[in-house]
């Protein structure tokens, strides 16, 4: 485990896995770096790059400074790619794709290519309507220190079957999934808005925006509406995937955008 510290004093953990250029891997919500999904997408994507994979503030081994805001969030983002060496290509999956697009506007000097997976913001009015009444419900759980029960209610309201959900308590790592619950309110709070598109539209950083085929619909919205906006993006479906990208049908993608 590596550390550094971001703008406000919050240390950060990261690792890095395997050689070449820098990626800087941004997970979404309820992840972590030590979480398997990401070590095994680490090692492979380290066949190619030099990943650095971090414990967003509030998890893992990272600390977490209040109040929350965005802007602490790329401030993170901004001490792990001087880590890397001042500059690096980014990759964000989910709510990680919120920051990444916003480290394109906020931070540009410092990306030198940025890559979209899965963005979820709310693709219309509805949506956002009823996203707002997910997360109310989430924060009133989470202040009541009902955090598996928020997890749950999070899970369920992104499309988790029911039965699946209710089954996580007897699977391994519920604990410390059950221990990131707190983070959700800063996930929600990415993401409850409709895509940004008028400021997308002002990013210059080259950007690729992937989505995968068996995705929810309001994905697929979503990265049309950002693709159309940021000038000169490249929108790419992932055929056969779904929220849970398989790193090896990924790797082909991010290979031939970022190192090209």
């Not at 929350?68 to 001490?79: K, Q």
């Not at 956002?128 to 009902?146: C, F, P, T």
Request: proline share 6%.
């Amino acid at each position: 485990m590596l550390t550094t510290r971001s703008k406000d004093g919050t240390t950060l953990a990261y690792d890095v896995t395997g050689s070449g250029p820098a990626l800087v891997y941004i997970t979404g919500a309820i992840c972590y770096r030590d979480f398997k999904p990401i070590v095994d997408d680490s090692e492979k994507f380290g066949e190619e790059f030099a990943v650095y994979t971090y414990d967003r503030r509030g998890r893992g081994d990272s600390g977490d400074t209040p109040p929350y805001a965005l802007e602490r969030e790329i401030e993170d983002l901004e001490a792990i790619i001087d880590a890397a060496g001042g500059s690096a290509f980014l990759y964000g999956h989910s709510s990680g794709a919120v920051l990444a697009l916003e480290a394109a506007l906020r931070i540009p000097r410092k990306v030198s290519k940025v890559v979209l997976f899965d963005a979820p913001y709310v693709h219309d009015e509805k949506e956002k309507a009823k996203y707002a009444l997910l997360r109310q419900k989430i924060l009133s759980l989470l202040g009541k220190g009902k955090g598996a029960s928020a997890l749950r209610a999070f899970l369920i309201g992104i499309g988790m079957p029911r039965i699946f959900a209710y089954l996580l308590p007897v699977m391994p790592g519920w604990q410390t999934m059950k221990a990131l619950a707190p983070t959700l309110e800063y996930d929600l709070l990415l993401t409850s808005d409709l895509p940004p598109v008028g400021r997308a539209a002002e990013i210059k950083v080259p950007t690729q925006i992937i989505y995968g085929g068996k995705s929810p619909a309001s994905i697929h919205s979503v990265a049309k509406q950002l693709a159309e906006a940021i000038p000169g993006s490249r929108l790419e479906e992932l055929a056969g995937q779904n929220h849970m990208v398989a790193a090896q049908a990924l790797l082909p993608l991010l290979s031939s955008f970022l190192k090209n």
